[in-house]
């Protein structure tokens, strides 16, 4: 081939070249736009879902703890636990515990901590005096929330809930009227969102220890919620806030 073919056949191949990677070129940019906008509504899809997921199982949380206010704030009122050391009063307290769903046990501890009136068979003697949320309710006669504990009278990992026991015409307080909350609970709650595939979610006490996770996962369960910074995050929008506030985050 002569010199002068070649020269013009390298040309116009690279003409073409040209042309076709032009031609090609918006494609292309339209194709990296698209990803890019895909990606970006993903994102927003996600941290969307991510606020639903916490406002739904706030609101849930809400309602127990409001729920089971009311629920002790009646139990407390009723004259069968108006003494813990009475046999009558365990017996009445399995009568209630049967018919409430919610709650793996209940119990009417005595002022000084001592646990007489179960609703559940004691295998040992047990006393709560040294529990945070007992101390609260009996020292503030208001109602309290605990902490992730292993309750020591049902023998599961739990939240406490308690409520003072103050009989009509007197002011004094005989004992705190107390519902135990099992981890399952939370886990449960976490489950019925149908969350997506690879999603994971935590709730935790008010002092940072989670109380459920998903996927389940044991050994997190009671232990510091391991990112600091994403909880710290967490605190500072209003909703979690606005938990805090309320004693939970999640």
Not at 47 to 76: C, H, K, P, W, Y
Not at 154 to 167: E, H, L
Not at 177 to 187: D, F, H, I, P, T
Request: charged content about 15%; proline content about 8%; overall charge positive.
């Amino acid at each position: 081939m002569p010199p002068w073919v070649a020269g013009m056949w390298s040309t116009l191949s690279a003409r073409i070249r040209w042309l076709v990677l032009w031609a090609t070129l918006p494609a292309v940019l339209l194709v990296v736009y698209q990803a890019r906008t895909h990606r970006t509504d993903a994102i927003a899809a996600a941290e969307e879902r991510a606020l639903q997921t916490l406002q739904s199982v706030a609101g849930t949380q809400q309602r127990l703890i409001q729920n089971t206010r009311q629920f002790l704030q009646q139990l407390a009122a009723m004259p069968q636990v108006h003494d813990p050391s009475a046999p009558q009063c365990g017996r009445y307290l399995a009568e209630v515990l049967s018919l409430n769903t919610t709650y793996v046990n209940i119990g009417v501890p005595r002022a000084d901590g001592e646990l007489l009136c179960n609703a559940r068979p004691l295998k040992a003697p047990v006393n709560v005096a040294n529990r945070p949320y007992f101390q609260q309710t009996i020292s503030g006669r208001d109602f309290a929330v605990g902490s992730f504990q292993v309750d020591r009278a049902a023998q599961v990992a739990s939240v406490n809930f308690a409520y003072p026991v103050i009989p009509p015409g007197t002011q004094d307080v005989v004992g705190a009227a107390v519902a135990v909350v099992s981890l399952e609970w939370w886990s449960l709650r976490l489950t019925d969102l149908g969350l997506p595939d690879g999603a994971v979610a935590r709730v935790s006490d008010p002092d940072g220890r989670v109380l459920a996770r998903y996927p389940p996962d044991a050994s997190e369960l009671g232990a510091p919620f391991a990112d600091a910074e994403f909880r710290a995050l967490v605190l500072q929008t209003p909703q979690g806030q606005r938990q805090r506030a309320r004693g939970w985050h999640s």
